[in-house]
């Protein structure tokens, strides 16, 4: 069995920053090293689960349009994992952030909040 370990949420000011971190546990020895995508999503109170940032396995990344230019997401080669540096964060960029693995399965993590307010 594989798990997600998530850290770094937290309350910040509106301008501030944070990094989520996000590594896998566990069975990671059944994971493919060469075949692995990771993800970022979040949800707001009232509203869809959306996809905040994706790293996939040939170094590409993917950013929802809101976070484009203020959120980085990177691969830790030393693991199974990511990370989600959030610069420039607004209130509206509260929400709880779950990370995916996405390894020919799925696994996610158990949440961590982010809010963002003064």
């Known amino acids: 069995q594989v798990q997600l370990v998530e850290s770094g949420g937290g309350l910040v000011q509106p301008g501030g920053s944070l990094r989520l971190s996000c590594a896998a546990s566990g069975s990671v020895f059944s994971i493919n090293a060469m075949g692995w995508a990771m993800g970022w999503y979040r949800q707001a109170p009232g509203k869809q689960l959306e996809l905040v940032a994706a790293?996939?396995?040939?170094?590409?990344?993917n950013y929802a349009d809101s976070v484009k230019g203020r959120f980085t997401i990177t691969r830790d080669t030393a693991k199974i994992g990511v990370y989600l540096q959030m610069n420039s964060l607004k209130p509206e960029d509260t929400a709880v952030y779950y990370c995916?693995?996405?390894?020919?399965?799925?696994?996610w993590g158990q949440g961590t909040q982010v809010t963002v307010s003064t």
């Open positions: 790293s996939f396995s040939d170094g590409s990344t």
């Open positions: 995916k693995l996405d390894s020919g399965n799925d696994y």
